[in-house]
């Protein structure tokens, strides 16, 4: 089973990644925040945990308004490092331990916690800039992540209570995790800050000193703060303290502080601390039991639909796997995109760096293969839509049968749609 090591928290603002990358150690003014992280760096060395938990929020790079959620869970394999203006920092992706990543997914959906998912996009200096000073690399990383954006910048936004409620959650999730591997859950932000509006520069070192005292002995109080008076006491970005939350509502209710420093240099006060687990409250056998159980709340609502026959969930290791060739089908929503897939579809499957196997599937219009391969119906209407095949010979297809065989099965054998607004309807002529 999966252990929690413990907690780790600390600010990720992007002076530390800054500093690590123009080798800032011993200049005078960027020292104390290298001083101030190698405990956690000797910690993480002599715990050697196989994951880190990422907490932290993306700072609209990755993730813009055009659809903003409050709890993002990656479940990749691998992240690169966004690009936030003025090219990439010059630090190899780390990688995702998806399997862990999918089944703390599943846990958290299973405790009515609404997250949402993301692969295939980069992270930005809210998670590389903690992970770059904390971590080895060699040249790769010595670590793998499961990253947690949080949205924070958007109001309405996930409250301290539900932040710490998830949190809770979060460690019959990853202690659910059948696999012995370990893990630190690393909660990034803060602390006290505001960058914005006449405000900009303010700080609260007194609020910073009261919050890790509270943080560690007290955090109930701090669920019970409104947004408002965060933003008041420790400033209106400095509220994105809310995410250590997550990290100790994950830890036991009383726990060890092996770590606490705090440095104020410029616009953030940037703190450091480790937290273990105190917890003798429940016998082994009994933790495992209760863990057992929650297993199987977890796979109560899906058990048994794989049984059924003909019926393919569209669940994040099919996402994942078949990532590629969804993606390639999705991009013919746009114009340009199936003006190239029908002048030149081979040309457009190397572009999309389909594999053979993919490209055959789209070649062949192989409905059911492609089902079956892992590519969500969805996108079987889109690419329907663009070379002009109907819903209707899709899913007489899937069935194994001629299209008059499955009009026969409807109560209006005649009706023949799609998705094309326009263009391509050629099967209205054949039928
Ligand atoms: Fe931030």
Redesign the pocket.
């Given at each position: 089973m999966a252990r929690i090591i413990g907690g780790i928290a600390c600010s990720?603002?992007p002076t530390i990644g800054f500093a690590v990358d123009r080798d800032k150690q011993d200049d005078p003014v960027w020292k104390p925040i290298f001083e101030n992280f190698q405990p956690i760096r000797d910690w993480l060395d002599q715990k050697k945990p196989d994951v880190l938990f990422m907490i932290?929020?993306d700072?609209v790079t990755s993730f813009f308004f055009d659809h903003y959620s409050a709890f993002s869970l990656g479940i990749d394999t691998q992240y690169a490092v966004a690009d936030e203006g003025g090219g990439a920092r010059d630090v190899p992706p780390v990688g995702g331990h998806s399997a862990l990543s999918q089944h703390i997914g599943a846990s958290l959906m299973a405790d009515e916690f609404d997250m949402s998912f993301f692969q295939d996009k980069p992270l930005d200096h809210?998670c590389f800039s903690p992970l770059s000073i904390l971590c080895k690399r060699d040249p790769n990383w010595n670590v793998q992540i499961v990253p947690l954006a949080v949205g924070v910048l958007q109001f309405p936004i996930p409250n301290a209570k539900r932040c710490y409620k998830l949190g809770q959650a979060l460690r019959n999730a990853i202690e659910s995790y059948p696999e012995d591997i370990s893990v630190a859950i690393v909660a990034?932000?803060g602390l006290s800050h505001q960058v914005h509006g006449a405000r900009a520069g303010f700080n609260n070192t007194d609020w910073d000193k009261q919050f890790l005292e509270l943080f560690e002995k007290d955090p109930v109080a701090l669920t019970n703060l409104r947004l408002a008076e965060y933003v008041e006491l420790g400033g209106m970005?400095g509220a994105?303290i809310i995410m250590w939350l997550i990290m100790r509502g994950a830890l036991s209710a009383s726990v060890k502080k092996i770590h606490q420093s705090y440095y104020l240099p410029s616009m953030t006060g940037i703190a450091t601390a480790i937290y273990e687990n105190q917890d003798t409250d429940i016998s082994e056998e009994k933790r495992e039991q209760r863990l057992a159980q929650h297993r199987q709340h977890m796979q109560s609502e899906l058990a048994g639909v794989g049984d059924i026959p003909g019926t393919h969930p569209f669940t994040h290791a099919a996402s994942i796997k078949a990532y590629r060739i969804n993606k390639f089908l999705h991009s013919l929503i746009k114009p340009e995109n199936r003006k190239r897939f029908l002048e030149d579809q081979e040309a457009s499957f190397i572009e999309a760096k389909l594999t053979e196997q993919e490209a055959d599937l789209i070649r062949r219009r192989d409905w059911d293969g492609m089902i079956k391969y892992g590519v969500i119906f969805f996108m079987l209407e889109k690419l329907g839509a663009v070379i002009g095949v109907s819903n209707l010979h899709i899913y007489a297809a899937m069935r194994g049968q001629t299209l008059e065989e499955f009009q026969a099965t409807r109560n209006a054998p005649g009706a023949l749609y799609s998705v094309a607004g326009k263009g391509n309807l050629s099967w209205n002529k054949s039928s």
């Open positions: 990720h603002t932290f929020n700072h809210g990034t932000g970005e994105e």
